[in-house]
C-alpha cells in the first residue's frame, strides 16, 4: 500500500521513453533482428503502462483526497501528460509491429480524447489552484501541451491504414491536434528561454528539463511529416487533391523548418547538462525526460530521411537512435534499482497535506 499512496503520473514517462526507443528499433536501418528486438520492447512496454495504470488508478480509488492534491501542486501535475504520450507509443506500436489498425484507432480515440483533456485541465489548474514564478519555471510545462502534437503523429501514421470517412477524420483531428499544441509550445519555449536569460539554469534535480524543449519541436515536425505524407492519397478521392499536394509539401518545409529549430535547443541542452556534470546530477524520475525528447527529434530525422532522400538525415537518425539506446540502458537500469529499494515511490503532493494540517494546528492554538 505504500507503493499505491506514494505513486504518481512521472512514472509514466518510463513507457514514454521505452516505447520510443522500441519505435526507433522498429525503423532502424539494419538487420531483422533490430526489428524483432523493437517489438518485444514494445510488449513490454505493453505491461509496463498497464501495471502503471493499475497502480495510479489504485492511488485515486483508495486515497482519493490524497490524489485530488496533485492540482494544487506546481510540478507534478504536469507528468498527467505522460499518459497519453506514454499511450501513443503503445498506438504506433500496434500499426508498426502488430498491423493491428482498428485496435490502434480505438486507442488512438482514447489517446486524443485524453490528450485534449491533460492540455485543457492542467493549464487551467494553473491559473486557478497553484502558484508559480518565472524563476521556478522549466521545461516540465510542456508536458501537458505536447499530449496532443503526440496525438497528432499518430494520426499522421495512423490514416493511411484507414478507409474512407475514418481516414479522413483522423487526418482533420490529426491537424487539429497539432494546432492545440504547437503554438502554445512554441509561446512556452519563448518563455522559457526569458526564464534561462534571467535566473540561469534549475536546480540539479531539474537538469533533465532542459531537454523536454526538444519534444515539442520534434513531435511538431514528425506530426507534419506524417500528416502530409497521408493528405494526398486521402484528400485526392475527395476531389482535394490539390490541398493533399500543397499538405505534403508543407510538411516536408514544416518539418524541416521545425527541426533545425530543434537542432538550436539540441545543442543548448546538451551544453546545459555539460554545464551540471561537475556538479553532479541526482538521480530521479526526471531523468527520463533525457529520452523521449530526443526518440521523437530522432524519429522526425528517418521521416525527413524517408521523404526528402537525403542520407544526412539518415545518419543523423542512426547516430542519435544510439544515443537513445545509451541512455535508456542507463535510466532503466538505475530506475529498477530505485524502485527495489523504494527510494522512487515518493509523492510530494503528500507535502500539501501536512503543510495544510500543521497550518491548522496552529491556526487553532492559543
Not at 65 to 86: C, K, N, Q, T, W
Not at 119 to 144: C, E, I, K, N
Not at 252 to 266: A, D, P, R, S
Amino acid at each position: 500500500m505504500h507503493i499505491i499512496r506514494q505513486f504518481t503520473p512521472n512514472w509514466f514517462t518510463a513507457t514514454m521513453g521505452t516505447g520510443i526507443f522500441a519505435l526507433l528499433l522498429g525503423q532502424l536501418p539494419g538487420p531483422l533482428w533490430l526489428h524483432a528486438a523493437g517489438a518485444a520492447l514494445w510488449q513490454f512496454n505493453i505491461l509496463l503502462f498497464a501495471v502503471f495504470t493499475l497502480l495510479y488508478t489504485a492511488r485515486w480509488a483508495f486515497y482519493p483526497h490524497e490524489a485530488a492534491l496533485i492540482f494544487s501542486h506546481p510540478v507534478m501535475p504536469m507528468f498527467l501528460g505522460a499518459i497519453p504520450m506514454g499511450l501513443a507509443t503503445i498506438v504506433n506500436g500496434c500499426i508498426v509491429f502488430a498491423h493491428a489498425d482498428q485496435l490502434a484507432l480505438l486507442l488512438w480515440c482514447v489517446d486524443a480524447a485524453l490528450a485534449m483533456l491533460v492540455g485543457l485541465g492542467v493549464p487551467f489548474a494553473m491559473f486557478t489552484r497553484q502558484t508559480h514564478r518565472l524563476d521556478s519555471m522549466t521545461g516540465v510545462w510542456l508536458l501537458p501541451i505536447v499530449a496532443a502534437e503526440v496525438a497528432a503523429a499518430s494520426a499522421g501514421l495512423l490514416a493511411p491504414h484507414l478507409a474512407g470517412a475514418a481516414a479522413l477524420h483522423v487526418l482533420v483531428a490529426g491537424y487539429v491536434l497539432w494546432a492545440f499544441s504547437v503554438p502554445l509550445a512554441l509561446s512556452i519555449l519563448v518563455i522559457l528561454f526569458l526564464r534561462l536569460v534571467l535566473h540561469k539554469l534549475p536546480h540539479g534535480d531539474m537538469a533533465a528539463s532542459g531537454w523536454l524543449a526538444l519534444g515539442p519541436l520534434g513531435t511538431g515536425a514528425l506530426a507534419l511529416l506524417l500528416l502530409g505524407r497521408a493528405a494526398p492519397g486521402i484528400l485526392a478521392p475527395l476531389g482535394l487533391g490539390d490541398a493533399g499536394v500543397v499538405a505534403h509539401g508543407f510538411g516536408v518545409i514544416g518539418g524541416l523548418l521545425l527541426w533545425g529549430y530543434g537542432g538550436w535547443w539540441l545543442l543548448i541542452a546538451v551544453a546545459m547538462t555539460c554545464t551540471y556534470l561537475p556538479r553532479g546530477l541526482p538521480f530521479n524520475m526526471g531523468w527520463w525526460g533525457f529520452i523521449f525528447p530526443l526518440g521523437v527529434y530522432t524519429a522526425a530525422s528517418f521521416a525527413l530521411a524517408a521523404q526528402t532522400g537525403l542520407a544526412l538525415f539518415t545518419w543523423a537518425g542512426v547516430a542519435q537512435t544510439m544515443c537513445v539506446g545509451a541512455v535508456w540502458l542507463v535510466v532503466s537500469a538505475r530506475t529498477v534499482l530505485g524502485g527495489l529499494d523504494g527510494s522512487l515511490f515518493h509523492s510530494p503532493c503528500l507535502s500539501l497535506k501536512a503543510n495544510a494540517q500543521d497550518a491548522k494546528i496552529l491556526a487553532a492554538a492559543p
